[in-house]
């Protein structure tokens, strides 16, 4: 009895470590493997400002990124964190309207990402007559994190409690001051969350992209101008088979990206909080 | 008239009715203590003194609570500024996760305060009020939430005299904290009686004797005596009331 329950317990703590190692190793693996490959070939051509044939830069698809990235958030987010406050702090509970934009929201999450870009196409680049264009890419990129964005805000505001609601209350605070005063600022290390993967999947975006923003290596000058971002280059680099070292050397800079966008975004949460 | 009057107030959550016909005067500059079994509704008649219970779905209120002879319930009433001349102390002390002057500083910026040396000198007498300035004079700009349960709950009085009440709730102040702590507080709170109205929530007994005026006993959701609080506990008028003071239930 004893013995069976000792072994039991033994593979059970076996079976723990090597999940835990097997997933540490395989993203040292692909980490190593991206920056073995890809690092060699980063060189100062891959950032000249213009693209051509011969240099196959990546400078003016880093900047179409971070634009990309940027108007995506401005549009998403004031309307995520918007709707999730009206869920959250306005709707009564019980209210079908809450059930219908829940609904709304996770069937949004749980479309492919080509679906969106198909709407993309159909609606901003060919009915509103914007052409293949940053500005349809990221509106198509906003409606794609809408949902994620709305979901993790709702549940940071669910998790301040109620009884700062009822302290800001007590003294005589508003609706509108309690939620703008005390309650969002509690939550912001939780929306952030939000914000960081979505910045992961707009970067990280080709499909929705390919039929908005168009595949132009070149840098858009305007918003209305197409263009296309690193992972889309990459993935054009890939497929015409014939700068797999630039491609590697993209996907480097790509991780480097990412990485330096989330380090930005808990920076700025962390000055957000403290300066309450 | 009392500085509060509660005049046949019927109090319903939903269907069920939680508190029944209950007829009080409470006394200004005095301290009223509501004693009772949990559930008789006791914490319910408080927090409708300055409406919190807005905030509870389906709560109903019959009859009226008036403050100076104005009905709190009336359409004409603004909550807000019910709220600012009724303050509120709860159970569990609850300082908003600031620092400890911001939180003090709160309340009157609420009500259109923004000078930089009038917030200083609410936030000093505040904390002086609530006796607590000596110990956190050095700290102001510290997180409120660095502090122990029985300094965060006379911060949490500190924030609620910072908007200049007429009257304060408290709604078990001590249930949370040490005997020390809740010592300090009972301290502080027959200190501020001279300036303020107080009604309190309590489950200890000895401490509505300690430090109470009158009291209100309750039971299922009715008043079943007032007295002054020495009457109360020395010859209680109702047998239910020596009962429960005997400590034969609840």
Redesign the interface.
Known sequence: MTKGRKIESIILKILVYAAAVITFVVLLFLLAYILINGLPHIKPELFALEYTTENASLMPALINTVIMTLLSLIIAVPFGIFSAIFLVEYA??GNRFIGLIRLTTETLSGIPSIVYGLFGMLFFVTALGWGYSILAGAFTMSIMILPLIMRTTEEALKSV?D????????????KL?TIF??VL??AIPGIMAGVILAIGRIMGETAALMYTSGTVPDMAKTPMDAGRTLALHMYNLSSEGLYMDQAYATAVILLILVVGMNTLSAFVARKLTKG? | MGKIDIKDMDLFYGSFQALKNVNLEIEANKITAFIGPSGCGKSTLLKSL?R?ND?V?GCRIQGKILLDGQDIYAKSTDV?????RV??V?Q?P?????SIY?NIA??PR??GIHSKSKLDDIVEKSLRNAAIWDEVKDRLKKSALGMSGGQQQRL?IA??LA?EPEVLLMDEPTSALDPISTSKIEDLAADLKKDYTIVMVTHNMQQAVRISDNTAFFLLGEMIEYNNTEKLFSIPSDKRTEDYITGRFG
């Open positions: 009564k509970k409690p009884t700062y609601r009822e302290g800001s209350f007590g003294l005589g605070a508003g001051r005063r005390i600022p509690s309450k | 300055n919190m905030l779905e807000n500024t019910l709220r600012k303050g509120m709860f569990k609850n300082p908003f996760p600031m911001d709160y309340g609420t009500h949490c924030r609620a908007v």
